[in-house]
Every structure is written in structure tokens, then in C-alpha cells.
Nanobody, 122 residues
Framework: VQLVESGGGSVQAGGSLILSCAASGLALSSTCMAWFRQVPGKEREGVAGIRTVDGSTSYTDSVKGRFTISKDNAKNTLYLQMNNLKPEDTATYYC?????????????????WGQGTQVTVS
């Protein structure tokens, strides 16, 4: 299994970015996925999750209304649309795959992780 993130970069506050996570070795159509982020010295934080059964999504409060998680099963790719970015969104962003934990935001419930992509908002 391999997860490869892309799309990170540096943007000004109020700007937008789209992160992508290309998956191989597993099918997104049958896997729950999530985006996490981490700042040095802090715990990894669950940002958004998407379930396979009904496509339902969950978000941490700080990104609700600004971020959207989605996936394209045909391309086996997960996305995170990030709008109205704020300096506090600065972090390394990771995609992760699991067998659908009841709470999306617990890192230990995820089996596979990407290498991360840096997002810097100034």
C-alpha cells in the first residue's frame, strides 16, 4: 500500500489549495480515508474524514465551512479542498487509510499513511 500526497505549498491568508492523495495497493471505494495535520511539537490532528458506506464526511470544528474532503474512486485519489486558509492552518498534511474507525480523528486507528505535504499560510 502506498499513499502519496501532493498539492501543498505556500499561500497568503484567504487563499486556497487542493491537496491530493494518490493511493495504490488499496481501493478507496472500500476504505475509509482521512486527512490529518501536524505541527512540530504538537500531536497529529484529524482534519477531515470520509466513510465508504455512505460517503459521509466529518470535520474538525476549526475547518468546518472552509475545507472539503472528497474522493474519486475511479482515480483512486483522495482530495482536500482548502479555502479561506488561515495562518493557523500551517502544518504538514497527511492522508491516511483505515478500516473505518467510529471516530475518524484518532491517528492510532489508521493503518497506512502518506509521507506528508507541507502547507504554509502567511
Amino acid at each position: 500500500v502506498q499513499l502519496v500526497e501532493s498539492g501543498g505549498g505556500s499561500v497568503q491568508a484567504g487563499g486556497s489549495l487542493i491537496l491530493s492523495c494518490a493511493a495504490s495497493g488499496l481501493a478507496l471505494s472500500s476504505t475509509c480515508m482521512a486527512w490529518f495535520r501536524q505541527v512540530p511539537g504538537k500531536e497529529r490532528e484529524g482534519v477531515a474524514g470520509i466513510r465508504t458506506v455512505d460517503g459521509s464526511t466529518s470535520y474538525t470544528d476549526s475547518v468546518k465551512g472552509r475545507f472539503t474532503i472528497s474522493k474519486d474512486n475511479a482515480k483512486n485519489t483522495l482530495y482536500l479542498q482548502m479555502n479561506n486558509l488561515k495562518p493557523e492552518d500551517t502544518a504538514t498534511y497527511y492522508c491516511a487509510a483505515s478500516d473505518c474507525p467510529s471516530i475518524f480523528s484518532v491517528p492510532s486507528k489508521y493503518d497506512y499513511w502518506g509521507q506528508g505535504t507541507q502547507v504554509t499560510v502567511s
